[in-house]
Nanobody
């Protein structure tokens, strides 16, 4: 059973930082495409950043209201999303997703339907 569990969300003042974590199990994490998506109320779920756990591949959305760093740890089977200089506009539920044991698609990495497995999400709220 593929399972993804997000954590690290919460409330933070504008300009602050958060680091989200996604603990994976039930698939070959060491050669998987892992992604972070966000969904604000009334809006579609959209890609934020993606990383291939085998190394050498990362993708970032063009317009996100903070500085982003995606990373991962093979030993702990965990993907991370570091967010700095947060703005109110980034407020959303953040979801971890994976294609399982697959490379990230260089042309369509941002597409929601590229990912088969999803976590339950973690709320990120930024206040001014």
């Amino acid at each position: 059973q593929v399972q993804l569990v997000e954590s690290g969300g919460g409330s933070v003042q504008a300009g602050g930082s958060l680091k989200l974590s996604c603990i994976a199990s039930g698939y070959g994490y060491g050669s998987a495409c892992m992604g972070w998506f966000r969904q604000a109320p009334g809006k579609e779920r959209e890609a934020v950043a993606v990383i291939y756990t085998g190394g050498g591949i990362t993708y970032y959305a063009d317009s996100v209201e903070c500085q982003l760093t995606i990373s991962q740890n093979n030993s702990w089977k965990t993907a991370y999303l570091e967010m700095d200089r947060l703005k109110v506009e980034i407020t959303a539920i953040f979801y971890c997703a994976t294609r399982g044991r697959s490379y990230c698609n260089s042309a369509f990495w941002y597409r929601r339907d590229e990912y088969q497995y999803w976590g339950q999400g973690t709320q990120v709220t930024v206040s001014s």
